[in-house]
């Protein structure tokens, strides 16, 4: 088991900057490929940004939506990920949630996650 917790959302303007943190216990996060995915009101949960659990060349995959704007990193030895997020949009506005996979490559595809957190909200204002 390893338990997730966000933090990091608030609400900001259009075109500021926000960073999420994803703070993991229960297990290292290295056992894990990583990702974050977001909600907004009345829609699906969709896929944002994953990395995967380590080594010299980590793999990363974006959204299109996001791709440029926000950066998913992770730090394996504090056990803790982050989504820095720039230049954020009215359409950012959503519930972030991260969440890991026991597939060490991580994934954009929801089913693949075991573990969840609870999720921090993002509100961005015109």
């Known amino acids: 088991q390893v338990q997730l917790v966000e933090s990091g959302g608030g609400l900001v303007q259009a075109g500021d900057s926000l960073r999420l943190s994803c703070a993991a216990s229960?297990?290292?996060?290295?056992?894990?490929?990583m990702g974050w995915f977001r909600q907004a009101p009345g829609k699906v949960r969709e896929f944002v940004a994953t990395?995967?659990?380590?080594?010299?060349?980590?793999?990363?995959a974006y959204a299109d939506s996001v791709s440029g704007r926000f950066t998913i990193s992770r730090d394996n030895a504090k056990n803790i990920m982050f989504l820095q997020m720039n230049n954020l949009k009215i359409e950012d506005t959503a519930t972030y949630y991260c969440a890991a996979a026991s597939s060490l490559y991580g994934s954009t595809t929801l089913r693949d996650y075991d573990y969840w957190g609870q999720g921090t909200q993002v509100t961005v204002s015109a």
């Open positions: 990395v995967s659990a380590g080594g010299n060349r980590p793999y990363y």
């Open positions: 229960g297990r290292a996060l290295r056992d894990f490929g």
